[in-house]
T-cell receptor, first 116, second 105 residues
Framework: DTAVSQTPKYLVTQMGNDKSIKCEQN?????MYWYKQDSKKFLKIMFS???????INETVPNRFSPKSPDKAHLNLHINSLELGDSAVYFC???????????????FGQGTRLTVV | GIQVEQSPPDLILQEGANSTLRCNFS?????LQWFHQNPWGQLINLFY???GTKQNGRLSATTVATERYSLLYISSSQTTDSGVYFC???????FGQGTELSVKP
């Protein structure tokens, strides 16, 4: 009964393809996030949804589109994949918007995306 | 935006040694977390500690919010403590660059 689960764990695909990464949380949290970890292990927020509404949208190419069908799911769709998209993508969730007291974030196991 | 700096960037310890990792941040925050990224890439929550001191077994953490820093103490280190330790702060959970810890047997 993993709290935040992502699928797939590994994804190898060719340049130009479109792919999706799925994320589900069973913690009953209201807020979900996508983070990107680059080859130097630097982690940076990409998007955040609160109750299915987009609340954080960092400077990310519009080839990346998050979709939240309900507050327990936040999927990441990537169009026209490029070599530079290779990274580890982490999903996370928290009880409330981060920054509000008590809003501890919990992370999924990550999806290692390799674009060849 | 908030800047987060961690030190040292790398640390090699002999098993059984103690260590202190530091996280400085540039603005006041009401959220701070410490994570351990193990060699398999999992991000494990260590502490949610916007202020004060907490302890969990051999690990403890202290955040002095007014002085904008947090410390993570690891005592009697074990090889399983190896990995990267991150602090992250603020509304967007801004991460530091991490401290890569290697504990040798």
């Amino acid at each position: 009964d993993t709290a935040v689960s992502q699928t797939p764990k590994y994804l190898v695909t060719q340049m130009g393809n479109d792919k999706s990464i799925k994320c589900e949380q069973n913690l009953g949290h209201d807020t979900m996030y996508w983070y990107k970890q680059d080859s130097k292990k630097f982690l940076k927020i990409m998007f955040s949804y609160n109750n299915k509404e987009l609340i954080i949208n960092e400077t990310v190419p519009n080839r990346f589109s998050p979709k939240s069908p309900d507050k327990a799911h936040l999927n990441l769709h990537i169009n026209s994949l490029e070599l530079g998209d290779s990274a580890v993508y982490f999903c996370a969730s928290s009880q409330a918007v981060i920054g509000i007291p008590g809003a501890e974030a919990f992370f999924g196991q990550g999806t290692r995306l390799t674009v060849v | 935006g908030i800047q987060v700096e961690q030190s040292p960037p790398d640390l090699i310890l002999q098993e059984g040694a103690n260590s202190t990792l530091r996280c400085n941040f540039s603005d006041s925050v009401n959220n701070l977390q410490w994570f351990h990224q193990n060699p398999w890439g999992q991000l494990i929550n260590l502490f949610y500690i916007p202020s004060g001191t907490k302890q969990n077994g051999r690990l403890s953490a202290t955040t002095v919010a007014t002085e904008r820093y947090s410390l993570l103490y690891i005592s009697s280190s074990q090889t399983t403590d190896s990995g990267v330790y991150f602090c992250a702060v603020g509304g967007k959970l801004i991460f530091g660059q991490g401290t890569e810890l290697s504990v040798k047997p």
